[in-house]
């Protein structure tokens, strides 16, 4: 059976190839909710604009890292054009709004320590903090929201009553 994206396969890709699509589709999606907003601002006033498409694009962005990036083998079900469910939308919205709160709080920082950085050093920490928000929410999408049973973590634990003390493991392994 082929990995991937095909109906009916349950396998999700691997973390790299998760990773991949996720610059993809999150990147694809940030593109076009920029876009939207310029052109909706127009018509709205910005704010609500903003608004408006963030939610929106929050959206389409669950549905998208649901069926290609962690294709985490849920299919449709009678929920019609949602592939996923209330619960997933709300736990990707709330990753979506760490990761504003990570970028926010970094340029507070930067502000707090100078009053008028260059556009060089207020884009490298932006984009810094982006990367890193960024990171996190793709292991808390990728670990959490869309983990399937199979792929969740094992737990670990200790193995206190050993079968054989440790002297005589020694001496039956020689």
Request: contains cysteine; proline residues 3%.
């Amino acid at each position: 059976m082929k990995r991937g994206l095909q109906t009916g396969t349950s396998e999700a890709p691997g973390a790299f190839a998760s990773f991949i699509r996720f610059v993809i589709f999150g990147g694809g999606v940030g593109l076009a909710s920029s876009s939207a907003v310029a052109l909706l601002s127009g018509f709205l006033p910005f704010a609500l604009a903003n608004a408006l498409i963030t939610v929106v694009s929050t959206i389409l962005a669950t549905e998208l890292h649901a069926r290609f990036t962690f294709a985490s083998g849920r299919r449709r079900a009678k929920r019609g054009l949602l592939h996923c469910g209330l619960r997933h939308h709300l736990q990707s919205a709330g990753t979506a709004a760490a990761a504003f709160a990570v970028t926010t709080l970094a340029m507070l920082v930067l502000y707090a320590f100078e009053s008028a950085p260059s556009l060089v050093v207020e884009q490298t920490v932006y984009l810094s903090a982006s990367a890193l928000a960024g990171i996190g929410r793709f292991l808390a999408l990728r670990l959490y929201v869309f983990a399937t049973k199979g792929r969740r973590p094992a737990p670990v634990t200790l193995d206190l009553h050993r079968s054989q003390p440790v002297r005589e493991q020694l001496t039956t392994a020689s």
